[in-house]
């Protein structure tokens, strides 16, 4: 097999285009694109330009799924698919999701140009949606296309203008019947995502390449307090029933279960919290605040939540407030093919790249796509680990080197 021959100035152009268009006020490398705005849409419009300038045929499912193909020699096969997302959650940065699905039509690229020809065909999925943004919940595309969510899931999803998926998705141009969007269990042979790591590791160690074993098991959910807010200078402290300090002692709790847990992989984060009225002199009377809880491990998240909800429930009861809680999702922990595993490490090992094998903390559309697919991802250095922040930052030789490894893997997948 030829070493893939990369045209990496196309690609950083094509990453730093796709950049610029974003919805946030900051500059580039800042972006902000939710799923199924006009900024989303000017996005896909720019990437199907490029699917269909490399020669690819281009199919767009009842969601915004969108699916570039490169017709291999066997073209009814199984294909090798790869791919990620561009949506991006706000004031984030300009790699995350991109750089798989970039990179994942610049190793189709890099292939055609050494004249290699597939056996099977190969793909670069664009995932709609896999940020929880818009429906709080992540992952809608290839939670629906790997048969984790029905079309029923789907349509109990609202956005923060109460309109349901549906809606939304029709009000943005997508149609068909969302039953559609499920794909067959043999649709792909192998799947395999390009990411960034979204970590410090391979960075602090130096390496090119992260060969991910397991995608951790991700939760979320949402928690309402309810007290008896009031006027902020008639309500003495002892009869006080303050809904923000109560949620201040349950997030306080949520934090030290998951310090004080055994399990180094468990992260706990309460990202969004609202209250209510939100008046500087009244005492808020209900706040809602999310939790995102992960580890390796689904048993012992799931132990941790059920020790989150009975902390919460405890503090409820001592503060005199209520409570409610919605578990908004609890998927398990997907493990990658050992066979992709080895491809990619082969691919490692004929290009003379360092690598390690280790698991993805952040959660991908990987993580479905393992149920109706052979999964595997490979990940690529950021600066300092940051990511989901406008200063993520992977440099053009870690991109190249993450791009020429996917396409060896992809070439040996698709023999
Ligand atoms: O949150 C995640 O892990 C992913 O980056 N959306
Ligand atoms: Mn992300
Ligand atoms: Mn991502
Ligand atoms: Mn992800």
């Not at 020669?55 to 009842?62: K, Q, T, W």
């Not at 006027?231 to 303050?242: I, K, N, Y």
């Not at 209510?276 to 998240?301: E, Q, W, Y």
């Not at 406008?390 to 080197?401: K, N, V």
Request: net charge negative; with cysteine.
């Amino acid at each position: 097999m030829n070493k893939p021959q990369l045209d990496i100035d196309q690609l950083m152009s094509e990453l730093h285009e796709l950049a610029a268009i974003s919805e946030c006020p900051e500059p580039p490398p800042t972006v902000t694109r939710v799923v199924f705005t006009e900024t989303d849409l000017k996005a896909r419009k720019y990437l199907n330009s490029l699917y269909e300038a490399a020669g690819l045929s281009v199919r767009v499912d009842a969601i915004g799924n969108t699916f570039a193909r490169w017709e291999g020699s066997e073209r009814d096969a199984p294909a090798v698919g790869t791919g990620s997302h561009c949506d991006a959650i706000p004031h984030a940065g300009m790699y995350d999701g991109t750089v798989g699905v970039l990179g994942g039509l610049e190793a189709i690229r890099s292939l055609q140009r050494t004249g290699f020809q597939p056996r099977r065909s190969l793909e670069v999925v664009m995932f709609t949606s896999e940020e929880p943004t818009r429906f709080g919940v992540g992952c809608s595309g290839s939670r629906t296309m790997s048969g984790a969510y029905s079309p029923d899931d789907l349509l109990q999803l609202t956005d923060d203008s109460g309109d349901n998926y549906d809606k939304v998705r029709t009000a943005a141009g997508f149609k068909g019947d969302l039953s559609s969007v499920k794909l067959p269990e043999d649709n792909y042979s192998a799947f395999v995502e390009l990411h960034i790591e979204q970590g410090p590791e391979l960075e602090a160690k130096q390496l090119d390449i992260g060969v991910v074993t397991a995608i951790a098991a991700p939760a979320t959910a949402e928690f309402i307090i309810t007290g008896e807010g009031g006027h902020a200078g008639g309500v003495l402290m002892p009869v006080r029933h303050d809904a923000m300090c109560a949620a201040a002692e349950m997030i306080q709790a949520i934090e030290s279960l998951a310090i004080e847990n055994s399990s180094p992989d468990i992260v706990a984060t309460v990202g969004c919290v609202d209250i209510h009225p939100g008046a500087i002199n009244s005492i808020p009377s209900r706040v809602t605040f999310t939790l995102d809880l992960r580890d390796i491990d689904g048993p012992n998240r799931d132990a941790v939540l059920t020790a989150i909800e009975s902390q919460i429930s405890k503090i409820a009861q001592h503060r005199g407030v209520t409570f409610s809680s919605r578990i908004l999702n609890a998927d398990p922990p997907a493990t990658s093919d050992e066979r992709i595993v080895a491809a990619a490490s082969n691919a490692v090992k004929s290009l003379g790249h360092s690598s390690q094998k280790m698991i993805s903390r952040a959660y991908h559309d990987s993580l479905f796509m393992a149920r109706i697919a052979p999964m595997g991802m490979i990940f690529i250095p950021c600066r300092g680990g940051v990511s989901h922040r406008g200063d993520e930052f992977s440099t053009p030789e870690q991109i190249a080197a993450g791009v020429e490894t996917l396409a060896l893997t992809m070439a040996e997948l698709a023999q």
